[in-house]
């Protein structure tokens, strides 16, 4: 069993965090960009990828501010890893900003890294910010 490596990316936007805040969170929003389909049954949502599917956990919410889900595995450490949004507004300048936190083995940092990259600007597109 390999130890993950925690990274954080931080991304720009234009939008505000309640409209942002509700494609990080509904099953809606989140099938706009993040999987083909989302499905929620209270706190477990299910993520559906070419036909397979993940599990995952709500763990924490703040509105407008702060969703945190657990994937659900068979492995024995699926505590430890999470992934999360975070929406951080500037006070001066009130710019906003999603920053995403993940795990993800050492040879797979930068894949991981391109991933989410591709899935923000997918977000981009679809809230009109990119």
């Known amino acids: ?28 929003g989140l099938s706009e960009w993040f999987a083909d389909n989302v499905n929620s049954r209270g706190e477990d949502f299910t993520f559906i990828w070419d036909g397979s599917e993940e599990y995952a956990k709500l763990i924490q919410k703040r509105n407008n501010e702060k969703v945190r889900f657990r994937w659900i595995t068979d492995e024995a450490d699926q505590d430890d890893y999470h992934f ?19 795990f993800a083995d050492e040879d ?17 597109k679809v809230l009109g910010a990119a």
């Open 84 to 102: 999360e949004f975070y929406i951080q507004v500037d006070e001066i300048t009130k710019d906003v900003s999603l920053i995403i936190s993940d």
């Open 1 to 28: 069993m390999s130890t993950k490596i925690p990274f954080t990316l931080e991304f720009d936007f234009q939008a505000s965090p309640q409209l942002l805040f509700q494609y990080l969170f509904t099953p809606s």
């Open 108 to 124: 797979e940092l930068e894949e991981a890294k391109m991933l989410w990259d591709n899935l923000v600007s997918s977000l981009k």
